[in-house]
């Protein structure tokens, strides 16, 4: 999202530790899990702060619709 990379541009950033970084919900990929080819979950690894769940074919929603407020973050931060 080109938003979240002016805003970590802004903030300064610059470790993948610093909490502004860490806050936000980031999607990993391993190739080491063979999920696309048994079509079981697993190569999706989805991250927030110190929370990672493994992503098992969810529906995430329309966030095209979503309107992102710090309200709808710290939701996000809560559930994870």
């Known amino acids: 999202n080109a938003e979240t990379t002016v805003q970590l541009s802004e903030l300064k950033v610059e470790k993948a530790t610093d909490f502004d970084w860490q806050q936000h919900l980031r999607y990993y990929h391993t190739d ?3 999920s696309a080819l048994s079509g079981e979950p ?5 991250k927030m702060i110190n929370a990672s769940i493994l992503y098992a074919y969810e529906y995430i ?4 619709r979503l309107v992102i407020t710090p309200l709808t973050d710290r939701c996000y931060r ?3």
């Open 42 to 46: 697993g190569s999706i690894n989805c």
């Open 32 to 34: 080491d899990r063979g």
């Open 61 to 64: 929603g329309n966030n095209a």
């Open 78 to 80: 809560t559930l994870m």
